[in-house]
């Protein structure tokens, strides 16, 4: 095939990518890659509450495992369960983190008595579960007195950042469909305020850095982005506005110029 004729079909695959819908692959996919974002973050959290000795622990909204496989000392014997609503991320999670156990259940209503786990932590949850504020209670309620409960990553859409401005439309249409899906985008900043409202004693809360690779133009990273933007604005773009995304996406990429930056809040809190 020519050079030219190549690149053309290139970018018609291209094209037939972003329009594919999320599958449970692409999801496991976006799921690695925020689990890296949280890497530095998790390492120093899981460090302070000293994870490596915990004996029962617990993710809620452990999503196909992304985080729970990554748990350090998965080998020393003990208790390490998974907890999702969705039964297809689930069976996918048993097979990611075979150490742990995986359980079908409702972040509002655990199936755990009183006190069951020295550390309970979520992942990019809160966002999702439609009352927060009792996600947090059972969170705080089925750690032990002492133990530990970790909100390791909420967005804040509402603090988005898009450049260039002519990046900023499809930004935006991205967090009404996020509030049309059933999530709170605004979650974030909510966060430190939801575990110490569930009795929790707050000791750390903030930001996460934001040093992330913007990814180039035509990166694995930048098509993953651009892919779950697609996924989420659905019918809303027309095509035409949806390609010139694309272009001037690829431009500010190429330049070096683009930002985009979601704050992602976390707080740990103790049992007192
Ligand atoms: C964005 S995913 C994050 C998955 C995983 N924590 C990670 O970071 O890779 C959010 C997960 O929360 C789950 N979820 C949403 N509402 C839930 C609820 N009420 N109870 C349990 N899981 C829930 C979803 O099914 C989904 O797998």
């Avoid at 930001?207 to 809303?236: C, H, I, K, M, Y």
Wanted: proline share 5%; with cysteine.
């Amino acid at each position: 095939m020519e050079e030219g004729a190549a690149i053309v079909a290139a970018a018609q695959r291209d094209k037939q990518r972003q329009k594919m819908p999320f599958r449970l692959a692409d999801w496991h996919s976006r799921y690695l890659q925020q689990a890296r974002w949280t890497e530095p973050l998790r390492a120093h959290l899981f460090s302070r509450v000293g994870i490596g000795a915990a004996r029962r622990i617990l993710e809620v909204g452990c999503g196909t495992g992304a985080v729970l496989a990554s748990i350090p000392g998965a080998e020393n014997p003990r208790s390490l369960v998974g907890l999702d609503i969705d039964l297809e991320r689930l069976r996918l999670a048993q097979s990611t983190a075979p150490a742990a156990g995986c359980l079908c259940g409702d972040a509002l209503r655990l199936p755990f008595s009183g006190g069951s786990f020295d550390v309970v932590y979520s992942h990019f949850l809160f966002l999702w579960v439609g009352d927060p504020a009792a996600a947090a209670r059972e969170m705080a309620r089925v750690a032990r007195r002492g133990g530990w409960v970790l909100a390791l990553a909420e967005p804040d859409y509402g603090g988005r950042i898009d450049f260039p401005p002519a990046l900023e439309t499809a930004g935006r249409m991205q967090t009404e469909s996020l509030r049309r899906q059933g999530a709170d985008p605004d979650i974030g900043r909510r966060l430190a305020g939801l575990l110490s409202a569930a009795g929790l004693r707050i000791l750390e809360c903030g930001v996460l850095g934001a040093q992330a690779d913007p990814g180039g133009a035509g990166s694995a990273g930048a098509e993953l982005e651009q892919r779950v933007l697609r996924n989420d604005l659905g019918e809303t773009i027309a095509e035409s506005e949806w390609q010139s995304y694309l272009d001037a996406d690829r431009r500010a990429r190429e330049s070096g110029s683009r930002i985009l930056y979601v704050p992602t809040f976390y707080a740990a809190g103790l049992v007192p």
